[in-house]
């Protein structure tokens, strides 16, 4: 089944205390993405990359990382969290296909993130 | 960056009803996209509109792209309890196609039985 798997699905942690939620595609996407999603705010993305070794800054990139190492994976790491971190994080991949382009990302099924 | 506001922000509707919302954006857009969330998941893509006053339809869900480019409806006919969550509209905030879609704020959609 084609699908983007994020983990873990719930997690809690302690301000400072270094984290990285793993995400993983199997559809051979080129293009992959983190948003996080927050009241009132909508899906704000964070990082995206473009291909391994290919990434570039979201909207609200402070206080993350990404890495693109293999075209099937794109982690994201939290180095010190914070509270205002707090949020419901979604991984998503997509590719380019036909003439006209198609953006459509086909998104993992989220991790909420608490920070206390 | 780019703004898209959606609206109404949220609605309560009775079964059966039609329902519809908007998108404006304070830019030009290429290519329109609206999704859905279900509560406890992730978005998923409804429609795409890829140029200025199309118009398509998934089902009872009818889609439109705005003359103006810069403004989008979502529109579902005869609702039913399943059309329960959110609705976002999306778009591409590098229109040379770095994938780097930029989301609304959302329609939360609510239907009463």
């Known amino acids: 089944e084609a699908q983007v798997t994020q983990n873990p699905r719930y997690l809690i942690t302690v301000t400072g205390k270094k984290l990285t939620v793993t995400c993983s595609q199997n559809m051979n996407h080129e293009y992959m993405s983190w948003y996080r999603q927050d009241p009132g705010l909508g899906l704000r993305q964070i990082y995206y990359?473009?291909?391994?070794?290919?990434?570039d800054k979201g909207d609200v990139p402070e206080g993350y990382k990404v890495s693109r190492k293999e075209k099937r994976n794109f982690p994201l790491i939290l180095e010190s969290p914070s509270p205002n971190q707090t949020s419901l994080y979604f991984c998503?991949?997509?590719?380019?296909?036909?003439?006209?382009?198609?953006?459509?990302?086909?998104f993992g099924s989220g991790t909420r993130l608490t920070v206390v | 960056g780019q703004q898209l506001n959606q609206s109404p922000q949220s609605m309560f509707i009775q079964e059966g009803e039609d329902v519809s919302m908007n998108c404006t954006s304070s830019s030009i857009f290429n290519t329109w996209l609206w999704y859905k969330q279900d509560p406890g998941e992730g978005p998923v893509l409804l429609i795409a509109?890829?140029?200025?006053?199309e118009l398509t339809s998934n089902g009872r869900l009818t889609a439109q792209f705005g003359i103006t480019r810069k403004d989008s409806f979502l529109n579902i006919s005869a609702s039913i309890p399943s059309d329960v969550g959110i609705y976002f509209c999306a778009g591409p905030f590098d229109q040379t196609g770095a994938n780097n879609l930029f989301f609304g704020t959302g329609t939360r959609l609510t239907v009463i039985p």
């Open positions: 509109l890829y140029k200025a006053g």
């Open positions: 998503a991949s997509s590719t380019r296909t036909g003439p006209r382009g198609y953006y459509g990302y086909t």
């Open positions: 990359s473009m291909n391994v070794e290919v990434t």
